[in-house]
Structures are given as structure tokens and as C-alpha cells.
């Protein structure tokens, strides 16, 4: 056993302080003139005197010295956690704990022993925290139950590591697309579209993956800002005899005038087309406007108006027709001359409406009537073809020209009957 630091500092000062005695004493016993207190004092080289005039008492005692004696004691390291197992001494009376981590059961100082209490819920968890809610029964974060402590899970997109008890999550970066079982997946955002060219497009699907590249149609083939248009950029229409896009030419309320409804076609046996595919209505360009964007619509019904979207321009010139139909097939609308685009409504029998509106929703004409003869167009009277004629119910009458071996009117051609 090696000798503390205090016996080997007791040795040396002894080892400087007993010559000096000594000699104190041969001056004594010699007779010679001097004494203890004027006798030189030799240094110890590289010793300083201890404080005091050398008492041990004085010298000071470091903490190594102090741990060299076994004066102290190492102190218990402090808990970490409110973890206390059931029956094991305790001094804190009344303080709550827990008997695991992620468990239900909690115990609590009691007559200097850990005792059982009621344990948490089935969906709650006992908080192992240090600090006011150490033992208390705290709910599961929802996306840790049946998790591990530090498992990674996903709230959306959202990242989050599950806390020791489950009872608490520390937040992660969180992912750009989407986020499965704790790891960032996917390369873009579910029901996302993008253009590829010109005409092509391509989905993002629920797994945050992109589709395969399709094909735009043929009714809206140009590709624009993530969906298929049949608009040009920028509002404009591709004109097929200038060869290239050019503004829309938008018409105005007046311009474009319902000139004749064929709303009630004749009954006739199968196998020959019903009559709701042989509904129809004509309409006037009082001025050289296009179609594009004018909206076909019944005010009465709930379904939304029916917008005429085309890539190339439809357009007419003054005094040109256009004729709108159930259908564009020849054998479903019983022989219509072509037709410039179909409608899903319905043209009712009694009490009948139709409006025309621009793109923005602004009326551009309207028409309504009592009842429809079946198998007989309603005409506006030959001469008086404007917006404000055709609001008066006098200025309709029945159409008189057989065009179809069954049905009488005239579509797409101008009106020849004048009412009286």
C-alpha cells in the first residue's frame, strides 16, 4: 500500500525542521550566546514553509488527499428516469414512477417502499420524464402506437421520432412528396400534372411517381400549364388561313342572335333515332366573330354551361349560321347539315329556355317558349334578326319547310317564313 500525500509531506518537513533543532540544542549545551528563535532557519530547496509556522493542522487538504484517506465518498449519480421497480426501497414518499419505458403500470412511494397503483389506459402510456409528470398516465401519440422507441413515422408528410414512452415524438425534417414507414419516398406531388412538349402530359400518381407520358387529345390537343387546352396561348386560336395563332375574336352581347329551336322532334319507331339526338338551335353572327369560349347553357338546370373549346378558330362572319345539335353524327341527328358543335342538355317541351353566354359568363342572348310542336322548329320571323326581336314571343312562328322527310325547319340556312 503506497503512502498518502499527507504522511509523505509530514516526513519531509521533519526531515528540514530537525537539523535546525538540533543545532538549537548544541548552542544551549555549549554555552554560546544565542537562541531558538535567532538560530538561522535553513530553506528546504524548492519547499516552501508550510502556513502556520509549519503546524499539520494548517496545511491545506486537497481533494486528493481527501479521497487518498478515505475521507469522501463518491456521491450516487442522479436518475434519468421516473423507473422504479415494484417492491424496492424508496425515500420519497409519495412520488409517482413508472415501472418500465412505453408501459401501463405505475407505482408510487409508499412507507419507504414502491407499491403497484391502477395502471394507465390501454391507449395511454406512463411518463418516465423527470420533473411534475413523472408517473402520470399521458395519451399515445397516435402514429408511435404499436412502435418502438426512436422508430420513425410519417403524419402526412411530416417525419417524427417516437419518445421513449411513445407518449411524446420529436419532429424530423419532413418529406417533399411523400412520406412511408419514417422514410421520404416519390419524386412528385400526388395528382400533380406537367406538360412534356408540346402535347404531351403526364400525372403523378397516389405513390408520388410520375405516369408514363400521354398523348393530349384530339379535342384538346396543345398541352398548357400541366393540362390539355384546346385554347392557343395566351387566349388566342390557331387561324387555319393565316397559318398561324391569332388573338380570339370575342363577340359581344347582340352579335350573336338564336335565330330558330328545334326542341320537340317527331316520335318515329326504332329503328330510327330518338328524338333527344335530334334536338338542335341555330344561331346568327350579326358581326365576324369567333366561337371559341361562347358557352351554350340552360339557366334552369344545374348542370354547368357547356363551353365551346376549340385549338383552331371557329369563326363566323356577319350574316354567316351556326348550328348546334345533340349530336354531330348524321344518323343520330337524322340528317343535319354539319353541325359546328354538340350540347348535353336537354331542349324541354313546355316552358323551354336557352341563353348563350361568353366566356365570362356574361349573357350574350337568350331565348325561352310556352311549348314546342313535336316535329316543328320554332322560327324568328324572316327580316328581324336581332337580340331584341327575339325576346318578343311575336316574333316566332312555326317553320313550314320539310327538311328531313319528317321534321320541318330550316337548320343552318336561313329562315323563310315570315310571321305575321
Not at 8 to 35: H, I, K, Q, Y
Not at 76 to 91: D, F, I, K, Y
Request: aromatic content about 4%; hydrophobic content about 35%; overall charge negative.
Amino acid at each position: 500500500m503506497f503512502p498518502s500525500p499527507r504522511r509523505l509531506r509530514l516526513e519531509r518537513w521533519l526531515l528540514w525542521a530537525l537539523p535546525s533543532v538540533f543545532d538549537a540544542v548544541l548552542v544551549v549545551a555549549c554555552g554560546l550566546d544565542g537562541s531558538l528563535e535567532d538560530a538561522p532557519e535553513p530553506a528546504l530547496s524548492g519547499e516552501p514553509e508550510p502556513e502556520g509556522g509549519g503546524a499539520l493542522a494548517d496545511a491545506p487538504l486537497t481533494p486528493q488527499d481527501a479521497a487518498s484517506d478515505g475521507d469522501a465518498r463518491e456521491p450516487e449519480p442522479a436518475p434519468r428516469a421516473a423507473v422504479a421497480e415494484q417492491g424496492a426501497p424508496c425515500t420519497a414518499e409519495g412520488q409517482l414512477a413508472c415501472e418500465g419505458h412505453a408501459q401501463r403500470y405505475v407505482v408510487q412511494c409508499d412507507e419507504g417502499r414502491w407499491v403497484a397503483r391502477a395502471p394507465c389506459a390501454e391507449d395511454e402510456r406512463c411518463d418516465t420524464r423527470l420533473g411534475a409528470s413523472a408517473g402520470s398516465c399521458l395519451p399515445l401519440v397516435p402514429e408511435c402506437a404499436g412502435k418502438s422507441a426512436g422508430a420513425v413515422v410519417c403524419a402526412g408528410l411530416e417525419r417524427s421520432s417516437c419518445g421513449v414512452d411513445l407518449v411524446t415524438s420529436s419532429p424530423l425534417l419532413p418529406c417533399a412528396y411523400r412520406c412511408s414507414a419514417g422514410s421520404c419516398k416519390g419524386e412528385c406531388h400526388p395528382g400533380a400534372s406537367e406538360c412534356v412538349g408540346d402535347g404531351g402530359l403526364r400525372r403523378c400518381t397516389a405513390g408520388a411517381l410520375w405516369s408514363p407520358v400521354e398523348a393530349c387529345p384530339s379535342s384538346a390537343p396543345r398541352c398548357e400549364d400541366g393540362a390539355c387546352t384546346a385554347w392557343g396561348p395566351g387566349g388566342t386560336c390557331h387561324d387555319a388561313e393565316l397559318g398561324r395563332f391569332r388573338p380570339i375574336v370575342e363577340p359581344r352581347p347582340g352579335q350573336l342572335v338564336i335565330t330558330e329551336v328545334l326542341a320537340n322532334p317527331t316520335n318515329e319507331p326504332s329503328p330510327a333515332p330518338t328524338d333527344a339526338t335530334r334536338e338542335w338551335f341555330e344561331v346568327v353572327a350579326l358581326a365576324a366573330v369567333d366561337l371559341n369560349g361562347v358557352q351554350l347553357d340552360r339557366e334552369r338546370d344545374t348542370a354547368p354551361p357547356t363551353m365551346l373549346e376549340r385549338l383552331d378558330c371557329v369563326h363566323l362572319s356577319a350574316g354567316q349560321h351556326a348550328l348546334f345539335a345533340r349530336s354531330v353524327e348524321p344518323a343520330a341527328n337524322r340528317g343535319l347539315p354539319r353541325v359546328t358543335a354538340s350540347f348535353p342538355f336537354t331542349l324541354v317541351d313546355t316552358r323551354g329556355e336557352l341563353r348563350l353566354l361568353d366566356r365570362a359568363g356574361l349573357v350574350l342572348d337568350a331565348v325561352s317558349w310556352r311549348s314546342a310542336t313535336s316535329g316543328v322548329a320554332r322560327q324568328l320571323s324572316a327580316g328581324t334578326l336581332s337580340a331584341e326581336a327575339n325576346d318578343d314571343d311575336r316574333a316566332w312562328c312555326a317553320a313550314t319547310t320539310l327538311y328531313n322527310g319528317v321534321d320541318r325547319g330550316t337548320p343552318g340556312a336561313p329562315n323563310d317564313v315570315v310571321c305575321p
